[in-house]
Every structure is written in structure tokens, then in C-alpha cells.
């Protein structure tokens, strides 16, 4: 079951969909739409910036193509950094940090879920 998530999230047919990349003080989101456009967005410290454009897959990447941006912070371009799809997440190296986007509707319940919160 997990070998076929792994080709079926390589299939770029199967990679349209919004993701989020929510981790500590850094909100993220990216969709890709089936006709490969995509729009993304990141709130991390300081930096917030925007971008829309096209997407393909090359290889075990996401390639993106830039039509509209704006706010990026320093450093390079967010089109000189691929996405790498990576099982079912899809990972990018920006602003010094890795931003792990999964699908919605696929996150994880914290492991330090507070139970007692449960109680009816």
C-alpha cells in the first residue's frame, strides 16, 4: 500500500491538490492546480510573500514557473528552488529552513494530544 502512495504521488496526475506547511512560528500553503498553475504563500518571521505561475513535474521535482510575486524575502528565487516530492510530502528548502507541505485533509493528529479533552 505505501509503494503505491509513493507512485501514485510521483504520477503528476496525482499531485493536484492544496497543501499546508504549517510548522513552528511559519504558516505555508501551496496549490497545484490539475491545468499546472499553482499559487503559494509563506508568513515565516518577517517574510511574508506570495506567487502564482505554472508547475510540472521533472523527475522527483516540482518546477515552478513564476509569473507573479511578490513580498519575497532575501535570498534566492523561489523558481530556483524545486520542490522535491518526497512520499507524500512535497519539501522545499527556503529561507533557510525545510517547509514539509502535505495534502489537506492528510495531517496527522499531534502526538501530544491532550486525552483528558475527550472526556464526555
Do not use: C
Not at 496525482?14 to 491545468?35: C, H, K, R, S, T
Not at 518546477?63 to 534566492?76: E, F, M, Y
Request: charged share 20%; net charge negative.
Amino acid at each position: 500500500m505505501i509503494l503505491s502512495l509513493l507512485f501514485a504521488l510521483a504520477d503528476p496526475a496525482a499531485l493536484p491538490g492544496f497543501y499546508v506547511g504549517n510548522q513552528m512560528e511559519l504558516a505555508a500553503a501551496i496549490e497545484l492546480e490539475p491545468d499546472g498553475r499553482f499559487a503559494y504563500a509563506l508568513d515565516y518571521g518577517a517574510v511574508s510573500e506570495t506567487a502564482e505561475g505554472s508547475w510540472k513535474v521533472t523527475g522527483e521535482t516540482v518546477v515552478l514557473t513564476i509569473d507573479k510575486s511578490q513580498g519575497a524575502g532575501p535570498g534566492p528565487s523561489l523558481a530556483s528552488t524545486p520542490l522535491a516530492i518526497a512520499g507524500t510530502t512535497l519539501r522545499l528548502e527556503r529561507h533557510g529552513r525545510a517547509i514539509l507541505f502535505q495534502r489537506e485533509g492528510e495531517l496527522a493528529v499531534p502526538p501530544n494530544r491532550n486525552s483528558k479533552l475527550d472526556r464526555k
